[in-house]
């Protein structure tokens, strides 16, 4: 995987952590116990920190940078879904940063707080915990319900599980020509769509 040094500043990836080999980690970035960083993740720490603490997970085509002297945390169980940017801010235990949202400098996703895909959370914007965030520029539009937590939950450790599967069996190899007789199929859970509003 590309991994840099800058200025003599290295990344740390803890032994258990899952990085895809086309992640590319720059400088001063700290990847957690039992963290999952996917394919195509950027995390740039050539301006401030980057910290992934332990289950939290970044996903595919997902960009981290922070703002000079500031870090850039996703809390424990933090989950940044395909193709977020997360510019400067901080993401609370257990929340949820949808599919190609957009988080400011400065801002603040509290616990267990979801944004919703596509959103844009401005610098600064500070929300409490338990909220759903939607819109550009987003708002909380109300608190989650004990289920809503509870299925971002199960998704997290599903990404948990990934990061252990990975470590476990992960490997290059050439393509198939034709589909096999006795094709295996992977090993998971059922996780069902949950749509809010």
């Not at 740039?44 to 996903?59: A, E, H």
């Not at 940078?65 to 997360?86: K, M, S």
């Not at 400065?106 to 500070?126: D, P, Y």
């Amino acid at each position: 995987m590309p991994v840099y040094s800058l200025e003599g500043v290295i990344p740390v990836i803890d032994p258990t952590a899952f990085v895809h080999p086309t992640a590319v980690l720059i400088g001063d970035v700290i990847v957690g116990p039992d963290c999952y960083v996917g394919p195509n993740a950027c995390l740039r720490g050539d301006f401030g920190r980057l910290v992934m603490k332990r289950g939290s997970n970044i996903q595919d085509n997902c960009v981290m940078h922070g703002f000079p002297e500031n870090e850039t945390v996703i809390e424990e169980d933090g989950h940044i879904g395909h193709g977020a940017i997360l510019h400067g801010c901080h993401v609370g235990r257990n929340a949820m940063v949808g599919m190609n949202a957009v988080v400011m400098d400065g801002a603040r996703i509290g616990e267990a707080s979801i944004v919703a895909a596509n959103a844009f959370v401005k610098a600064g914007f500070e929300c409490p915990p338990r909220s759903l965030l939607m819109g550009s520029p987003a708002e909380v539009k109300r608190e989650l319900r004990d289920d809503e937590i509870a299925w971002k939950g199960e998704g997290t450790a599903e990404y948990q599980r990934l990061t252990k599967r990975c470590l476990d069996s992960l490997e290059l190899c050439e393509p198939l020509a034709e589909i096999d007789a006795d094709r295996p199929k992977l090993n998971l859970i059922e996780i069902k769509p949950k749509y809010t509003s």
